[in-house]
């Protein structure tokens, strides 16, 4: 089965604030692909970031920060000193390889509310 | 820029009228979705092209059909909406080679009402 989970459904911080969404995913396939998107209330959904599953390196962008550990399947995604355009839903989302076209399998995302 | 544009980005229907959403790219990607998305769920994929070929999702109704005349363009169709088929739709491509593969971009979506 594939599967991902997102245990967080409503995160509230205040401004400035760390805060760490997590992710855990479930697949049997041994490669495959990890992504966060960011849904702001305009309902688009952003891309974030893209992750295969050899390459294990944390990633840095700005404040964002991206922590792979494949031996725990987990894909947690840590933002540093929350602002208010933060505020969204965070979809934490798994795409083995070896399927034609590629779709995903979302989690059920997490609503951050940042509050100024 | 490049993109991928949706139109309308509201749409209003009558129960039971047939209506069209309408998604076009510019990224020249090779493959192209649609994602049906109600309130505070995950977005839920119902069908996809890959190029030419049309694989639709086990699970999606017989009322929801799509086309993809040209690699730019792809329609979706609702046969005849019901009251649950108001959501927003997601239209979003990605490619299966290069440095960006599997990446899916959305377009800003069309919510739909079906009154």
């Known amino acids: 089965a594939q599967k991902v989970t997102q245990a967080q459904t409503e995160i509230s911080v205040v401004e400035k604030e760390d805060v760490t969404l997590d992710c855990v995913y479930e697949t049997r396939d041994t490669t495959y692909y990890l992504f966060w998107y960011k849904q702001p209330p305009s309902g688009e959904l952003v891309f974030l970031i893209r992750?295969?599953?050899?390459?294990?390196q944390n990633e840095i962008s700005g404040r964002y920060s991206w922590n792979f550990q494949k031996s725990t399947s987990s894909f947690n995604f840590t933002i540093t000193a929350s602002q208010v355009v933060d505020s969204a839903v965070y979809f934490c989302?798994?795409?083995?390889?070896?399927?034609?076209?590629?779709?995903?399998?979302f989690g059920q995302g997490t609503e951050l509310s940042v509050k100024p | 820029d490049a993109m991928v544009i949706q139109n309308p980005r509201y749409q209003v229907t009558q129960f039971g009228k047939p209506v069209t959403l309408s998604c076009s790219q510019t990224?020249?990607?090779?493959?192209m979705y649609w994602y049906q998305q109600k309130s505070s769920q995950a977005p839920k994929l119902l069908f996809h092209y890959y190029d030419k070929d049309f694989n639709n999702e086990a699970d999606t109704p017989d009322n929801f059909q799509s086309r993809r005349p040209n690699t730019s363009f792809c329609f979706l169709d609702i046969r005849s909406p019901g009251l649950g088929d108001a959501a927003m739709y997601l239209c979003?491509?990605?490619?299966?080679?290069?440095?960006?593969?599997?990446?899916?971009?959305f377009g800003p979506g069309t919510r739909l009402t079906v009154t």
């Open positions: 990224l020249n990607h090779n493959v």
């Open positions: 979003a491509t990605s490619r299966d080679q290069g440095a960006s593969a599997y990446e899916q971009y």
């Open positions: 989302a798994l795409r083995p390889v070896y399927n034609q076209g590629g779709k995903l399998i």
């Open positions: 992750r295969n599953s050899f390459d294990e």
